[in-house]
């Protein structure tokens, strides 16, 4: 559910969203050296490693707290670039969660969303790590409860800008405000989903598809987009349907994200 109630006087969005995760994910691996640098293993083709959000939640954290530490990351990608399902966000969490821990800072938690809020909205989310109610441009977290349902997700020929999006005219932007007890009643408009498909035709393409199946809903503001069901063997009739003409993943959806489990796990928190 995205919907835009507002506008800031710096052109920031107000909204309402709900978060939940599921347990497709990245590999991330921290390798500590004692130069003080920070760098990729394998740097993204393309990207330069200066604007790659792990390097930039790494140096943050270093210069927030005087660390003198460093350290070398390898990253094995398996979420979609591009696609809406906040799989750089989720990195620079990860990053800032581990390396706090790694380093001995012990930053409390309030000062890593903080942090993670100055690289990207969806950072504080993976975070604070449960399934949430959120408000603002994001930063207004409220933990909710939603049912863990088996989730088939679509990945478009297309990457969204969403930039773009947010700068279109036809945006709405006067949203009413809602309740979570209305998401819970089965309120869960995309106010982007209109402008994404006129701009993007395959993102309108995959979610006729997908509806063949089950309700199709858009990733944020996409280009992914998602489908829930109650057991695995539908979600899995729909993942091999689709795969020969999608790419397309199946997951399980999840209220307390995979990188906390991870840690309270292994005794890092908690």
């Known amino acids: 559910m995205l919907r835009i109630v507002g506008r800031r006087d710096d052109g920031y969005h107000l909204l309402q969203t709900v978060f939940q995760f599921i347990d497709l994910c990245d590999w991330i691996t921290f390798y500590p050296v004692n130069d003080g640098s920070v760098s990729l293993i394998d740097p993204v083709p393309g990207v330069a490693e200066t604007d790659n959000l792990i390097i930039k939640a790494a140096n943050s954290l270093k210069k927030v707290t005087g660390c003198k530490f460093g350290v070398r990351i390898a990253v094995e990608k398996n979420l979609p670039m591009g696609g809406g399902l906040g799989g750089g966000s989720s990195d620079a969490a990860t990053t800032l969660m581990v390396l706090n821990h790694l380093w001995g800072l012990n930053v409390p938690a309030e000062k890593l969303l903080q942090l993670g809020l100055s690289l990207g909205a969806d950072v504080p989310i993976f975070i604070y790590g449960y399934a949430s109610w959120a408000e603002g441009v994001g930063e207004r977290i409220e933990k909710i409860n939603i049912k863990e349902q088996w989730v088939v997700v679509v990945k478009p020929d297309c990457d969204v800008s ?109």
């Open 162 to 270: 969403t930039k773009e999006i947010f700068s279109a005219k036809e945006l709405t932007r006067n949203s009413k405000s809602i309740t979570i007890s209305d998401f819970t009643a089965g309120q869960h408009k995309n106010d982007c989903l209109d402008v994404v498909c006129q701009k993007y035709p395959s993102v309108r393409n995959a979610l006729d598809d997908l509806s063949l199946f089950s309700e199709s809903r858009l990733t944020g503001t996409g280009a992914c987009v998602f489908a829930r069901f109650d057991s695995e063997n539908d979600a899995l009739d729909a993942y091999l349907s689709l795969k020969n003409k999608w790419q397309v993943y199946m997951a399980k959806a999840v209220n307390e994200s995979p990188l906390l489990s991870k840690l309270k796990a292994d005794r890092y928190i908690f």
